[in-house]
């Protein structure tokens, strides 16, 4: 059985979401309204900070960046359990699956290190204000996106590689909704101590780095704060860094706690539903984060309404 080729498994089927079938017409319904939420939100995000003059800054070039990396890392996942929810035989292609897990790794990455200079920008902004724009400039907001861009490939790349020299020549269903690699290192009939290795070494640059960087940036923004503990400074601090706190939170939140925290009673419905939290519902609640709380982004939208009637002086 070790011998057999990996690609003599043409397909996968995914075991799909824990629903009694009576339910699923109704939770079709809510996650296609989720999608389209997250595909409009983010897109409305994206034209307003490229038609906006007055959004042309590193704080909204990095928040377009991350809507993007939002809308496409909802589009991995979404589409196909959408699919499977109507189809008799939720299958995915043998080539289809290492796709979708390197897209959804990519994007999933992409997500936490635009967090990381999101946050770095929002120490600048807040503990060296006067000397922001010559330590933020465009030439550095370009570099740290271009630098995610490609550490984030080459981490999918190599687990999708790693991925794709296994066998597979046992049972083909995958006991979830897209195609997990912790998923599919369980269905491996060779030995994956060198995957396993590579996600224990990658996996604390990709994840636990990141989060400590911000950790350590909202650190050196309360000490500045408390330097100077004025209710007006308080104020501004938090308007300018409480969106980013709250997505920093859902996103970190649900990884840690399924990821880097496992506990041994972790059942698949637990585990299906906190990847929902952070495939589906965050990507979703992002734009409504940075938009209800943001009075830049309310009056972007509101001049961009205003040129396109008439009336509007």
């Known amino acids: 059985m070790k011998g ?3 690609t003599l498994l043409s397909e996968f089927l995914l075991q799909g979401l824990p629903i009694q079938p009576q339910h699923q017409h109704l ?21 307003l900070v490229r038609l ?53 790794l990519l994007f999933g990455d ?20 006067l000397h922001y724009s010559s330590i933020i400039s465009p030439k550095l907001c370009v570099c740290l996106v271009m630098l ?35 998923a599919l290192l369980k269905l491996a009939c060779s030995d994956t101590s060198i995957n396993e290795l590579v996600i224990l070494v990658t996996g604390g640059i990709i994840l636990v780095i990141p989060f400590l960087l911000i950790i350590v940036s909202y650190a050196k923004i309360v000490s500045s704060i408390l330097k100077v503990p004025s209710a007006r400074h308080i104020r501004k601090a938090f308007s300018t860094c409480g969106s980013h706190l709250s997505v920093v939170s859902l996103f970190y939140g649900t990884i840690i706690g399924l990821y880097l925290c496992p506990s041994a009673n972790n059942s698949t419905v637990k585990e299906t539903v906190m990847a929902l939290m952070y495939t589906v519902v965050t990507p979703m609640l992002n734009p409504f984060i940075y938009s209800l709380r ?4 309310k009056g972007a939208l509101g001049r961009i309404i205003c040129n396109k009637i008439s009336f509007c002086p």
């Open 4 to 6: 057999r080729n990996q």
């Open 52 to 104: 906006d003059s007055h959004l042309h800054t590193p704080m909204y070039s990095f928040l377009s960046n991350l809507s993007f990396s939002d809308l496409c890392f909802s589009s991995v996942t979404m589409p196909k359990l959408l699919k499977n929810m109507q189809s008799q035989v939720p299958s995915i292609p043998y080539a289809g699956c290492l796709a979708q897990m390197y897209f959804f």
């Open 148 to 182: 995610s861009w490609a550490l984030t490939t080459f981490h999918a790349l190599l687990h999708t590689l790693l991925m794709a020299r296994l066998s597979f020549c046992g049972d083909s269903v995958i006991p979830h909704f897209f195609c997990d690699m912790s």
């Open 110 to 129: 992409l997500e936490s290190f635009l967090l990381v200079a999101m946050a770095y920008d929002r120490y600048v902004a807040i503990c060296f204000p």
């Open 27 to 47: 939770f079709y319904a809510l996650f296609l309204a989720m999608y389209l939420t997250t595909i409009l939100g983010n897109l409305l995000i994206i034209i």
């Open 294 to 297: 943001n009075r830049d982004m």
